[in-house]
């Protein structure tokens, strides 16, 4: 008979497997990035060497706890409570952080949206994706084109939920300034309300993984000190046994 329940140990087992293919889609995902991307600027070098140091502990920690429980090693536990302690406080101490910034970085992005030209191509094309699916039109204005508007701008007036009727709480479609290229109807709304939405969802997403993980840690803390208790409990038990006979 295991010296773990068996109904725990089942469970543990389940989630670690879970997170060890979890893991392993990440890691292709990261090789998928890796393959369509023809140069890593110095920015990205280290969010790539983070978000391998990432998937590689998230695969690593799991199988981990998968060996340790099915061997039931209490030393391979007591490394696998220790992974997950550290991971929790850093989860937690990234959640925080940011957390702390949210309100610095929101202001330093406004402050740089007023600022942003669309002449430099990452910017311009950030903004002309961000218009062909959310359904606005420059930053702050369609001026913010210049003399040429491009067609991620056209506003189709006969599309469902478009009007011309200003009066009309609908989404609406408006004419291009005279003396401009480009589409003749645009969207009237600006980009730069939906940008800061995005931000802000960006935010809600990153508060969710840290604190998400770091609650999953400190489950995992819980269970791995619990059998690692149930082990020491029958170890205890059968030395007591051995000296007895």
Same mark, same amino acid.
């Given at each position: 008979?295991?010296?773990?329940?068996?109904?725990?140990?089942?469970?543990?087992?389940?989630?670690?497997?879970?997170?060890?293919?979890?893991?392993?889609?990440?890691?292709?995902?990261?090789?998928?990035?890796?393959?369509?991307?023809?140069?890593?600027?110095?920015?990205?070098?280290?969010?790539?060497?983070?978000?391998?140091?990432?998937?590689?502990?998230?695969?690593?920690?799991?199988?981990? $706890?998968? =060996?340790?429980?099915?061997?039931?090693?209490?030393?391979?536990?007591?490394?696998?409570?220790?992974?997950?302690?550290?991971?929790?406080?850093?989860?937690?101490?990234?959640?925080?952080?940011?957390? /702390?910034?949210?309100?610095?970085?929101?202001?330093? =992005?406004?402050?740089?949206?007023?600022?942003?030209?669309?002449?430099?191509?990452?910017?311009?094309?950030?903004?002309?994706?961000?218009?062909?699916?959310?359904?606005?039109?420059?930053? /702050?204005?369609?001026?913010?084109?210049?003399?040429?508007?491009?067609?991620?701008?056209?506003?189709?007036?006969?599309?469902?939920?478009? *009007?011309?009727?200003?009066?009309?709480?609908? /989404?609406?479609?408006?004419?291009?300034?005279?003396?401009?290229?480009?589409?003749?109807?645009?969207?009237?709304?600006?980009?730069?309300?939906?940008?800061?939405?995005?931000?802000?969802?960006? =935010?809600?997403?990153?508060?969710?993984?840290?604190?998400?993980?770091?609650?999953?840690?400190?489950? $995992?803390?819980? =269970?791995?000190?619990?059998?690692?208790?149930? *082990?020491?409990?029958?170890?205890?038990?059968?030395?007591?046994?051995?000296?007895?006979?």
């Amino acid at each position: 008979m295991g010296k773990i329940n068996g109904c725990l140990k089942c469970i543990f087992v389940f989630f670690n497997v879970l997170f060890a293919i979890f893991g392993a889609l990440l890691i292709y995902g990261l090789l998928q990035t890796s393959t369509y991307k023809e140069d890593i600027s110095s920015l990205d070098l280290p969010g790539l060497i983070w978000g391998w140091l990432f998937v590689i502990g998230v695969l690593g920690v799991s199988s981990l $706890g998968i =060996f340790a429980t099915c061997c039931e090693s209490i030393i391979g536990l007591k490394l696998f409570a220790s992974f997950m302690g550290i991971g929790m406080i850093i989860m937690f101490y990234a959640g925080i952080n940011v957390a /702390r910034g949210r309100n610095e970085i929101e202001t330093a =992005f406004r402050d740089e949206l007023q600022r942003a030209n669309l002449r430099e191509e990452v910017i311009r094309s950030m903004v002309e994706e961000i218009q062909s699916n959310f359904h606005c039109c420059g930053i /702050r204005s369609a001026t913010d084109w210049g003399d040429n508007i491009p067609d991620s701008c056209e506003c189709i007036s006969s599309n469902p939920g478009y *009007v011309t009727d200003r009066g009309s709480n609908s /989404r609406r479609c408006e004419s291009k300034p005279q003396g401009i290229r480009g589409p003749d109807e645009i969207y009237e709304q600006s980009c730069y309300d939906i940008i800061l939405e995005l931000l802000n969802l960006g =935010f809600n997403i990153m508060f969710g993984f840290f604190f998400g993980f770091a609650i999953i840690a400190l489950l $995992g803390l819980l =269970f791995a000190i619990c059998m690692i208790n149930q *082990v020491k409990s029958d170890n205890s038990r059968e030395s007591m046994y051995l000296r007895k006979y």
